[in-house]
Structure formats: C-alpha cells, structure tokens
C-alpha cells in the first residue's frame, strides 16, 4: 500500500514537473523556463503542488507572467491547489542553461552564452560567433539589448545585427 | 523596535536602489544615443529590481503590514535613508556616468561581500545583484574614460562632474550606530573591508580616463538620517504622483 501511494505521488510530481516545464520564456519563446533553468522545483505536499522558479535578473519584468502561467499550466494538468514560490538563492546563472536549450536558441537567431559565467568587472572582450554564418568577425554593438538577458552586437561577416544571450 | 538595525539597513540599501534606478528612469527617451537608452534604463531594471527584494524583505523584518509598494511610494522625504549621491539630478551624461560608477564601484564589493551576510535574504539578493554591479561598473567606467579621454569639452565636463559628484562619496563608507550593530551582527559588510577594492577601481578607471580626484578634507552627508539635498521633494514628487492621487493603484 505505502509503496503504491509513494509511485503514485512519483508520478503525480512528474506530471506537475513536466506541466511547468512546457511554460516558455514570454521574452524568449523558443526556450521553456525548464531549459532556461528558471524552474528550479516542482513538490507535492498535503496534495498541494508547489512550483519554485528563480529570477534571471532582478528586475526581470518577465517573473509575474512566468508564475502566473505556471500556475494555469497546473491548473490545467487538473492540479487544483497550486502555488508558486520565487527564490532568489542560489543566484540564476547561464551555467543552468541546457544545451538543448543552447541549440534552440542558435536556431533562433540568438547566440547562446559563451563559456562558464565569470566574476569579470572592468575591461576584457568575448568572442562570440554570429548565429547565422558563424563566422567570428564580430563585433560588440551594446552590452545592453532588447532584454536584460541579452546583448545587442553585429557580424562583420555577414553584416546582420543579432542578440547574444549574456553570460552572467 | 520596529527600526531594527536589520530593518534599517535593509531599507537604507533598497532606498539606495529605488532612487539611482528612478533616476536613470529619467533618461527614457533622452538618451544621446538608442544603445544608451536601452543600457540606463536596463540599468535602472536590475536597480529597481532589487530594491523591490529589499522592500518586501523589510516590510516582513517590520511586521507591521507594509508591502513593498508603500514603502516604496507612501513616506514623506524624511523616511527615505538614501545616501545623498544617488538623488543627485542625472546633469548632463557625464554626471550621470560618474554617478554610476561611484556607485557600482562601491556596491559591487559591497554585494560580493553581502553574499556571504548571516541573513540568508540579504545573501541572496546580494549574489544575484553582484553579478549586476559588476556591468554597471564596467558600463560606467567604459564611459567615464570615453569621455575624460575624449574631446576638449567631454573632458571638462566629466572633470566638473567629478568635482561635484566626489564629495558625496565619503557618506557611502558611513557607519553610524544601526549601521555597526548590522555589522558586528554579521548581517552587512564593513564598507571599510571595501576601501582598497574601491579606491583601486577608481584610481585604475580615472588614470585611463586622464581625470583627477579632487582633494576634499570632508563629505557630505544627512541622507542615511532622512536629512536630504534639495532635489529629494522634486524626485518624489514625481516618484509618488500616481499613488498620490490614486491611492492603493495597482498594476
């Protein structure tokens, strides 16, 4: 009996898990919060179904339409007591990114973060390759772009502009 | 007892926040360039950001029922604790430079340092606003050395920003009474601990720049105590006008 109880809490978390998985970035709508490393945790307790998701950036304007869909995404998948919990701690890093989530956004048009985040304040340059051609003659246009997440920079190759997904 | 030193601090820091990232809110449609309008007011996010972490966590510290929005937009000018530096008006774009990088070259220390604080809430809004201060130093100090180093007028006018901007500095290292208990409380770092990493960040930033500190014998201060510089009540003013006349608005 207490075993078949614990499988069924198993799969009821990983129907919650894969219902708040499938929410994508509003901003970025090719990545889901799940390869973006947003959602850090779906549990079941007491029958009630608690999301836990992480910020990008502080003031990232997308966290209130993040939770509200997980929530009607649970809702959805017939969980009726839901919850949606943010954390600031362990800090949101482009580390967390999954490469699947990586390869998805190449494929949109938007290079993916470069290499492991660093504690770099003043000065240096990154190379990173145009998401088009994939030549390296780039070129930094802005380290500030359409979202916080991102940076605008150009490609002397091909010359199209393009967003580069920052590594922090 | 509602004016604990966590309490304090933490409503000094989300205050320093809220006002830095309303002023580069200003800036929206008058910025010299698109990429720096998009950069200040990406800036002014990550600010307002965390100043609305701070806020809720200082509302819960209270316990009397403020959220986040009534301490952002309902005290009178006298209950705000910032320090004088960050309500100083945005000038021209070399104020408003030398502005960021006094600041973010003092707080990105002080958030490194924050991360490891004895009050889990403060690390973690300290851990993800260190990883912000680190590129509105390196943004800032990009810009003051372009323009310090640039034409004739862009140098004299990053110098008299300098000029007028240094003596707020001092207030950021200010430890008054609040202030030491949060210390030895373990809750925030020593801005003292923080001097030589600032210092270094400017003298590095200002030689490339070809500017020069100017020498002061004291600061100003009053802003950490709600005493403010005549340009608070302006700021507010506009800060607050919606909750004013709309009280309890929301989104």
Known sequence: MGVAVSLDLERQRAEAWAAAADVCDPEVPVLTI??????????????????????????????????????????????TDVKVTTVLSPAWTTDWMSEEGKQKLAAFGIAPPKGKAGRRALFGEEVVACPRCGSADTQKVSEFGSTACKAHWRCRACAEPFDYFKCI | MSETPLFLVTLRLADDALILGH???EWCGHAPVLEEELALANLGLDLIGQARSLYTYAGEIEGRGRDEDRLAYLRRENEYRNALLVEQPNGDFAVTMVRQLIYSAFMHP?????????????????????KEMAYHV??????????????????????????????????????DAP?????????????????????ATLAEVLAEATLTLPK??????????????????FLLAQLQYMQRTYPNAAW
């Open chain 2, 216 to 233: 002061l014998g004291s600061f100003q201060s009053g802003g950490r105590a709600g005493r403010h510089t005549e340009h608070m009540g």
């Open chain 2, 110 to 130: 002080f958030h490194r340092a924050m991360a490891a604080s004895k009050d889990a809430t403060l690390a973690g809004v300290a851990a993800k606003a260190e």
């Open chain 2, 23 to 25: 002023r580069l809110s």
């Open chain 1, 34 to 79: 799940a390869d973006l490393g947003v959602l850090r945790d779906v549990r079941i307790e007491n029958g009630r179904v608690e999301a836990v998701i992480t910020p990008t950036y502080s003031g990232c304007p997308a966290m209130n339409l993040i939770a509200l869909n997980v929530e009607v995404a649970l809702e959805e998948a017939g969980f």
């Open chain 2, 179 to 199: 202030m030491r208990a949060a210390i030895e409380a373990g809750f925030v770092p020593d801005p003292e601990s923080l001097r030589a990493t600032f210092d």
């Open chain 2, 138 to 175: 390196r943004h800032s100090a990009e810009w003051v050395i372009r323009l310090g180093d640039g034409t004739e007028e862009s140098h004299r006018r990053a110098q008299d920003a300098l000029n007028a901007l240094w003596p707020y500095a001092g207030e950021l290292f200010e430890v």
